[in-house]
RNA sequence: AAAGCAGGCCACUCUAUCGCUUUAUGCUGAACUUGUUUUAGCGCCUUCCGAUUGAGAUGGGUCCCGAAUCAAGUUCGGGGUGAAGAGGAAAGUCCGGACACCACAGUGCGGCAUAGCGGGUAACACCCGUCUCCCGGUGUUACAUCGGGACGGACCAGUGCAACAGAAAGAAUGUACAGGUUAUGCUGUAGUGAAACCAGGUAAACUCUAUGCGGUGAAACGUCAUGUAAAUCGGUGUUUGAGGGCUGCACGUCCGAGCCGAAGGGUAGGCGGUAAGAGCUUUUGGGUAACUGAAAGCCUAGAUAAAUGAUAGGGAGACCCUGAAAUUGUUUCAGGGUAUACAGAAUCCGGCUUAUGGCCUGCUUAUUUA
RNA sequence: GGUCCUGUGGCGCAACUGGAUAGCGCAUCUGACUACGAAUCAGAAGGUUACAAGUUCGAAUCUUGUCAGGAUCA
């Protein structure tokens, strides 16, 4: 089972993101929102992902570096639930909504129930 | 033991599993030429002897896969293995520099900054020493000593300001009483006020003096790549000089055929700059000190929607609760719970300021125990 | 990463070459008017002038430092 999370698979591209927040469809599981867009990559690999938590809610530097990276590791262990079974490439964005500080547990199940949701759309 | 002041130090640690970024996987030869390469030296890793350091000995390793290429030991990509990977404030962006470009940086006005004296420094608004003044403690007649603080030049250059009160806050000399005088002028006291002890006070009022400052900032700058529209409309200009050279204005000087606006089209990526530096540690010479000369050793983050992490378990420390012992406070031991302060490099340094957990040292204060 | 601006009752604003009591409108509360409400009239409450320090006899105003909010730059 393939848990890394390598450079490739990040998303960078800025004319990328702005494209994924004008057109892309969203799948949402409080605190997570999952907002995705079947388009082509520059690189060739499934899925380009990326993750963001709001300036607003979280002023420290410190605590919305600590979300991204909880948010990173819970898509890293559980991105084989939809990387094996899609054909097509997309694009992800994963948006940190709450505004309190959440715990590795509570991450990974609404990363869980986000991804599940995101499977579910696609083979509809 | 507590409080206050001053100074210094550290920034939880270990194991397991999974993961991220950078980097290394070598250098110099000889033979052999199309094959499968062979071999020497140096370096690095590992093994052995040895109580340890050092010296020494011996064998092994210095990789695997794919693509480019006629082919490889070259280049690129992937895998494996090894190494390194946030701070004392990385923060605020308040000062000072390095560096880059604008004409190697011009003139005048304007503007800004600093402000006892001396020193340190690349430089500073920083640091050190010292004088003066202020505050606090101790002794005390003045004064001495200790600690801390100070945007600490100039109102006989000019202009302005001073509410209320007061006769008066200026080119003013009032009122009452006393003294004095032929009389006035004069002298003293009183009341108002922060100031009326006069050619006074006030410059964190304008200003003056001295000194310093050219501008813009890594989104600087260089380079490669991708892509469209060298198109359309309006205005203006080509020696009668538009516009530009990133300064608020003027001058001077240089470049000079385009420039401005409308609507619209395209790109928004890579590399360099950029990690060896006013660098760090130790020893030693100079200096009261800040700081600095010399020698030896060391290499210490480079991300870019932004790496340095996640989970589980233990250990140390802190706080809270319960119980036991001594018991005035409190201390010690055992068990349980919470689960780590402030905070995330973004071109790089020197400071300042602010946030914040703990430990240590010195001084002062009043109290308790022995 | 850089640069600039603003903070005054609940809201929107005054007072700014320092001068004593920080003012106005809306909103709030109480009373009057009305059968009741609105409107109107009368009255009241509400401020550490964002916070802290300094200069001064005296600070919303001047100086410095914090905090918060906003704007802007390829």
Redesign the pocket.
């Known amino acids: 089972m393939d848990?890394?999370?390598?450079?490739?698979e990040?998303?960078?591209?800025?004319?990328l993101?702005?494209q994924l927040f004008a057109q892309g469809k969203s799948v949402s599981n409080y605190p997570i929102k999952l907002i995705y867009l079947n388009t082509e990559l520059p690189i060739d690999v499934k899925i380009q992902a990326?993750?963001?938590v709001p300036k607003k809610n979280f002023?420290?530097?410190?605590?919305r570096?600590?979300i991204?990276?909880?948010l990173?590791?819970a898509y890293?262990?559980n991105k084989h639930l939809v990387f094996n079974n899609s054909e097509a490439y997309f694009a992800f964005?994963f948006l940190y909504l709450g505004k309190e500080m959440p715990?590795?547990?509570e991450i990974e199940k609404a990363m869980k129930g986000v991804l599940a949701g995101f499977s579910k759309k696609v083979d509809d």
């Open positions: 848990t890394t999370y390598p450079k490739k990040k998303l960078k591209s800025r004319k993101i702005d990326g993750v963001a002023k420290s530097a410190v605590k570096n600590r991204k990276r909880l990173r590791e890293r262990l964005l715990t590795y547990p």
